[in-house]
Structures are given as structure tokens and as C-alpha cells.
């Protein structure tokens, strides 16, 4: 894989590919286009994905330590299985993708815009949110536990699978108006606000 993945670097493009059980550790893979490609129980230690895109790629059941995905672009894509706990995800643009399985916790995503994604089981805890826009999301059994909303707008987002304990927003929690919460969650909104609520 990582001849692979070196010539991809000097061509910018990768296309078609399959690799299964395979590790590589500290390169640098910014700006590649990746299309097509599978990657099957492989680790990646150290890699910078930064301004890469991913174009109908799939990463099953791999494992990411320290890698920074910064302005990455996804399309199409999935990512199921997999860990990307810290990794660094800021400024990046996810279209049409399914995140199924996953660890992120821990993560950034400071910045990014999320648009048609589906995500199911997965963990975010204290993640990084800020400043996001999610357009026509699919949300189910996501855990957002200690996530950091401030400034994202959330509108029209069914969020009633998902665990939102101690989450947060603002003051006003505005990032709330016109998403969906269900009865049982009403209690995160009004702690934020200050309001006691009794059982």
C-alpha cells in the first residue's frame, strides 16, 4: 500500500484500488484524489489527509491515530467500523456519505458542513461541532455525550435517537431552533438555560 499510495501522492489522484490489512505510518497524503477506493481492516498512524477528497471510497473496520483530515472533501463515501478518536477534521465538507460504527470521539470538526449524510452508531463524545452546518442529516442512535455545538445550526435535524447529554450551546441555545428533540431530552435544553426541572 504504501507504493501504492506514494505514487498516488505524485499523480494527486488514486483510483480503483483495494487494499486489505495493510499499515503505513507518517505520510503525507494531502491533496490526493482518492476515487473508488477500498480500504479493508487497514491502519493509518501519523497521515496527513489534509484538502484530500474522497469520491465513493469506502474504510471498513480500519483505525486512524493521529491523522489530520483538514478541508478534506467526501462524496459518497462511507466509513463504517471504523476509529478516528482525535483526529482532526476542520473545515471539511461531507455530501451523500454514511458514517455507520464509528469512534470519533474526541475529534474536530470545527467548521464543517454536513449535506444529504446518513449516521448511524456511532460515538462522538466531547467532539468538536462548532460552527457546523448540517443540511438534510439522517441521524440514528448517534452519541453526541460532552459535544461542543456552539454556533451550529441544527435546524430541521431530527436529533431524537441520538444521546445529547451535557452538550454545548449557547446562552439562548439557538443552535436548537427548528431541530427535533424528543420529550426526554427537553431536560439538556432547559439545564443550559438554567431552568430546574422537577421529575
Known amino acids: 500500500m504504501r507504493d501504492a499510495l506514494a505514487e498516488a501522492k505524485e499523480e494527486a489522484f488514486l483510483t480503483l484500488k483495494r487494499f486489505e490489512r495493510e499499515s503505513v505510518e507518517g505520510l503525507d497524503l494531502s491533496e490526493i ?18 484538502e484530500t477528497a474522497f469520491y465513493e471510497c469506502i474504510f471498513k473496520d480500519c483505525a486512524f491515530i493521529n491523522c489530520r483530515f483538514q478541508r478534506s472533501f467526501w462524496k459518497d463515501s462511507e466509513w463504517t467500523g471504523s476509529k478516528g478518536d482525535g483526529s482532526d477534521f476542520r473545515r471539511s465538507r461531507f455530501k451523500d ?8 470521539r474526541y475529534a474536530n470538526f470545527t467548521n ?33 455525550t460532552h459535544v461542543d455545538f456552539f454556533k451550529s445550526e441544527l435546524k430541521g435535524i431530527d436529533l431524537s435517537d441520538c444521546i445529547l447529554d451535557k452538550i454545548t450551546l449557547s446562552e439562548t441555545c439557538k443552535e436548537l431552533r427548528g431541530a427535533k428533540i424528543h420529550s426526554s431530552q427537553a431536560a439538556v435544553v432547559a439545564t443550559i438555560l438554567g431552568i430546574e426541572v422537577i421529575p
Open 33 to 50: 484524489t482518492f476515487k473508488k477506493a477500498d480500504f479493508d481492516k487497514c491502519i493509518f498512524s501519523d497521515c496527513d489527509f489534509s
Open 97 to 104: 456519505s454514511i458514517i455507520n460504527n464509528a469512534l470519533l
Open 112 to 144: 464543517c458542513v454536513w449535506e444529504r449524510n446518513k449516521i448511524e452508531e456511532t460515538d462522538f463524545t466531547e467532539t468538536t461541532f462548532q460552527e457546523n452546518r448540517f443540511l438534510k442529516m439522517e441521524l440514528k442512535k448517534v452519541n453526541f
